[in-house]
């Protein structure tokens, strides 16, 4: 009896599984596990990360690691994959006419028109005109209180905008309660004596009359022309918990194009598209130029400097340089970044038009051996690299129930989709695609506005639901949970993640359903025109058709719904597809390791 490792190097995880033969080589599988892999793919630093995995797989079985008689490391496929993004529009108010934020702490609700007033003038305010009073923060909230209780009484105040985060603080001493918006920061840009239209929206809602063209119409009166100019101004208030527009003759929102960078694509000849014509067009492009040798970015621009900066890192893990490192595929993908208006008046943010790119670099190859040497001298154990990566997943994915050959693979790993397809006679077709888990993660954090990438990765990975009583919360699907005893009041009202064992509470707050539309999006944007690029390129005469079924492998087959995203897809192709259950245990996890184990014939 002979124990045998299989060990999978991958970009995220490290994979381990034991197998024991038989003096008739027959295979009976005892154990496996997995630990985040340690430094970059196809470093010397993988070697703790390697040793932790098989100390924890042999652990499990009780034997010391030196009981193994071999050690089977994958061939990694020399490609890393780099994501990045590139903003493609950006907004610039001319004229300060609008405000539109979501303060923490806005007071009252409702609209009111009226021109604008500085408090230091009320004095000179007429009887018959609706004045907006503004108030800097030179002025206490007890003296604009004051002021606006005195002066109501002469004046018609319809509406308050303050430069400090003292709204409730006013309003709570207001005689006739009126609504105000407060946090706006450059307040001196705004005209005096122009009219001008507020409105703060009832708890829990967004602003309905300002972020709608009519509506603007209808408050400060504008003709047919002047509602068409006010269309983009409607457009960046969607969303906003208040809000303010000032009628100004030449006041605009404009949105401006970027010069954004392009990139050129070497297959045979150049093919050259640029960045700012969007991803379809840009994957389109990929698409007709075939086999690609290399892809390049324009000198000097974002795109150029981001696939220079991605080859450079490669080339220091494979210690190679120049022409041998080479880009060979990329994704692009159409998102929205939250970005700083320019001349803005209150920090308000436009979701501007960005282009978020994958890219995936390959080398001549990796220093695997090297890997294998170190291994053998720390463990005194034979280290063999064996058999390429996705060869090795097809093996290992066969073992789940309910397959049978020809057979195609979806490896979807953090920075690579990879497709394979085994036929009846062993033969098997690869093919390595750009963009995968990480860019789902990238797309969230950037769509979201988040800071954190680690809530960004929990928001990808687990459910949500909304804490709407200390004894229930709504899940996703609409239904109803109930707690069996109180939860932590903190939780109270917040939405959540529902994490194996606990619940994450998220630092922002995003209403549930923007978050989930957003997630899911992305994941469509990722894997569904990945999934379908990839096997088209190993499908026999490159027709899906001929794939009777689809097993998803790898971190990303352990989504909670890409597999079913996916099953939808292909269903209208009659293949089957769905979540791999690797030796009918494993989920989609281990099918390179345990293919390693497999494929071990001996010697
Ligand atoms: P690699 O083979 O490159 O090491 P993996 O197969 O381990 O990659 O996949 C890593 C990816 O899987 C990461 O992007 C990670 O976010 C994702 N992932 C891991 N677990 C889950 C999960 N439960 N749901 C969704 N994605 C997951
Ligand atoms: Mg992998």
């Known amino acids: 009896m002979k124990l045998i490792a299989g060990v999978d190097i991958g970009n995220s995880t490290t994979e381990v599984c034991i197998g024991s033969f038989d003096d008739d080589g027959k295979v009976t599988f005892l154990a496996s596990a997995s630990k985040l892999t340690t430094g970059t793919k196809g470093t010397l630093a993988n070697v703790p990360g390697i040793k932790a995995a098989l100390e924890e797989a042999m652990g499990r079985l009780q034997k010391p690691v030196s009981s193994l008689s071999l050690i089977r490391i994958n061939e990694a496929t020399p490609v890393i994959g780099d994501t990045a993004m590139e903003t ?4 610039i108010i001319t004229e300060s006419s609008m405000i539109g934020h ?24 007429r009887e018959e005109l609706p004045y907006i009073l503004i108030a800097d923060s030179s002025y206490s909230y007890e003296k604009v209180a ?5 002066y109501s009484k002469r004046l018609n105040l319809t509406g308050i905008i303050l430069q400090a985060d003292e709204a409730v603080l006013v309003w709570n001493r207001l005689e006739r309660k009126i609504p105000i918006v407060d946090e706006v920061k450059n307040i001196s840009q705004i005209p ?3 009219l001008a239209a507020v409105e703060v929206a009832l708890p829990g809602q967004t602003v309905r009359m300002l972020s709608n063209p009519y509506g603007i119409a209808t408050l400060l009166k504008l003709n047919a022309d002047e509602t068409k100019q006010v ?15 000032i009628k100004t003759p030449h006041g605009n929102v404009k949105e401006n194009i970027l010069p954004a960078g392009e990139i050129y694509l070497e297959a045979g000849k150049t093919y050259v598209v640029n960045i700012d014509a969007g991803a379809d067009k840009i994957m389109e492009t990929l698409e007709e130029a075939g086999e690609v040798e290399d892809i390049r970015g324009q000198d000097n621009t974002n795109i150029g400097n981001m696939l220079s900066g991605i080859k450079a890192g490669m ?11 080479r880009i060979t595929d990329i994704l692009a993908v159409d998102t929205l970044a939250p970005v700083p208006i320019a001349g803005s008046l209150a920090g308000e943010a436009c979701l501007e038009k960005a282009v978020g790119i994958a890219a995936m670099v390959k080398t001549q190859q990796l220093p695997m051996e090297k890997i294998a040497l170190e291994l053998k001298r720390q463990l005194n154990i034979n280290v063999k690299v064996a058999g390429v990566e996705a060869v090795m997943a097809s093996l290992g ?20 989709t990879d497709a394979a397809v085994i036929d009846e006679d062993g033969r098997v077709a690869v093919t390595h695609q750009a963009g995968a888990g990480e860019l789902v993660t990238m797309l969230i954090q950037t769509e979201l506005g988040l800071t954190s990438r680690l809530e960004a990765e929990q928001i990808k990975k687990y459910p949500l639901a909304k804490i709407e009583s200390l004894y229930h919360m709504r899940l996703e699907s609409g239904a109803i949970h109930f707690f069996e005893e109180a939860v932590d009041p903190k939780y109270f009202g917040s939405v959540v993640l529902l994490a194996p064992g606990e619940m994450i509470k998220l630092t922002q707050d995003i209403p549930l359903e923007k978050i989930a539309a957003v997630r899911s999006e992305a994941k469509k944007k990722v894997f569904l025109r990945n999934a379908v690029r990839a096997l088209k390129k190993v499908a026999p005469e490159n027709n899906l058709r001929n794939i009777p079924n689809i097993v998803l492998v790898g971190g990303s087959a352990e989504d909670f719904e890409v597999p079913e995203m996916l099953m939808e897809e292909f269903i209208s192709f009659k293949i089957v597809c769905g ?10 996890r281990n099918a390179v390791a345990t293919g390693l184990v497999l494929s071990y014939i001996g010697g």
């Open 231 to 245: 269309t983009p101004i409607a457009k960046s208030l969607i969303g906003k918990r208040s809000a303010v527009v």
């Open 88 to 91: 493609i529009t950006e907004t």
């Open 397 to 416: 994915a066969i073992t789940t129930p309910g397959t049978r050959l020809p057979l195609a693979i979806l490896d979807l790993g953090g920075g690579s």
């Open 102 to 125: 979501n303060p923490s702490t806005p007071a009252g609700t409702g609209q009111a028109v009226g021109t604008i007033l500085h408090i230091a003038r009320l004095d000179q305010g």
């Open 315 to 325: 080339g220091e893990v494979s210690g190679e340089t120049g022409g041998n490192i």
């Open 192 to 194: 005096e004596g122009k």
């Open 579 to 588: 979540r791999g259950n690797i030796r009918g245990t494993q989920g989609p």
């Open 146 to 150: 004051e002021l606006a209780n005195q």
